[in-house]
């Protein structure tokens, strides 16, 4: 406990963590409410702190704002106006959950970090990737480069570069899950639940039914991954019980299974997932400003409707959806969530890639567009960055 003493006040500050540099990066504090009206006249830096650290009232999510000429990343709140710097070691942000990130860094280690605390987890690492027939294997005196090898023999060469993963933390319930894979395109994929010090391997393009394979959208939710795959069907699979996955969906399901049908226009497209369980499909264009549509399969279609209609769903009630992590959440005005709304940061957070610069590993760069659209009134509301800054990735902090 620090006392520090005004002229006119006696403020009390608990000390949590201090970030300084040679830059002079702000200290993260923990300030008392009452307190909160007298920071500004003992020093600015604390002011500016100190409406970060009080209980929130109903303003806007905070951003994560990764700017392309550094290795930091921003903590800004928009409604203020406020950036908090924050001093990112050299790792790239693969997927968010809350106030989580998950990172992995120039060594390919992953871990997950708390945006506010500093808290850190680290990860297994990619190696332990648990398959009964191949094995993950670094590369001597590579960071970067990984040789996924079959016992057959087959062998392929892999870029810790074109990994791309999904992120889910319960916090009352301290579970964390996580899925990642290495886009180049996708041909399995890795997912960790806590508790286990390995990944499970998923197949998607191997060893399983025709309409299982590929990877068009990608959604965690809890212990339940929702994979659209290439045919538009929806593959579930249930990691909750102790060791292993279900396939909810079947290891052979019908060919005939109800899909998605394809789209009659140039648009962006995913998944989500509502807090029922119930599976949407949502729909973007932008021509002068980005519009959204979502849509259900036809819960009365007869059970041989390879093709079932799709009906618009025209609000989400007191949800919102949060499309970067593909799932619906209820409203909270203390977290600024409103309801029958979408929240977004990109066009194609998880979108399998076909085109990308295979000599340089480098996968097409993110569309960062910070906004919310409100279904009901069909209208847009940016999230600007601060003027000056060109973004190279952003994500929405609800927490």
Known sequence: L??????????????????????CRPMWLKLSASCSGTASSVCSDWYSVSKQTVPRKSLSPYLILFPDDTTDCLLYNPHEKDIIYIRAAPSRLLASCGKWLLMIDSQSRLYVIDVFSG??????????????????KRMEDKDKEFEWEFSEGYVYLLHTDEIRARLWIDEKAEEIALVWFFDSPACFLGFYKKGNAHYDL???????ARILTGMLCLILRGYCLYILTMRRFVRVIDFSMKQGFEEVTGIDPDPYSPIFPPLRYHCHFSIAVTTLG??????????????????KMDPNAEPDDHMPDLLDVDSLGDEALLLDLGITVPANYTLGIKPNSIYFTHHNLI?????????DHVLPPYDVDICVFNLSTKTL???????????????????
């Open 202 to 208: 998923i197949p998607i393009t191997y060893d399983i």
């Open 278 to 295: 119930e599976v949407l499909f949502v729909t973007s264009t932008k021509n002068n400003e980005m519009a959204f549509r979502i849509y």
């Open 119 to 136: 808290n850190k987890i680290d990860l297994p690492p990619l190696e332990s990737l648990k398959s009964n027939d191949s094995f993950l």
């Open 351 to 359: 979108h399998s890639k076909k085109v990308w610069n295979k000599v």
């Open 381 to 399: 509301e940016p999230f600007p960055a601060p003027s000056n800054m060109t973004l190279k990735d952003a994500r929405l902090i609800f927490s």
């Open 2 to 23: 620090i006392c520090l003493h005004h002229p006119n006040y006696l403020i009390e500050f608990q000390l949590i963590r201090i970030q300084r540099d040679i830059n």
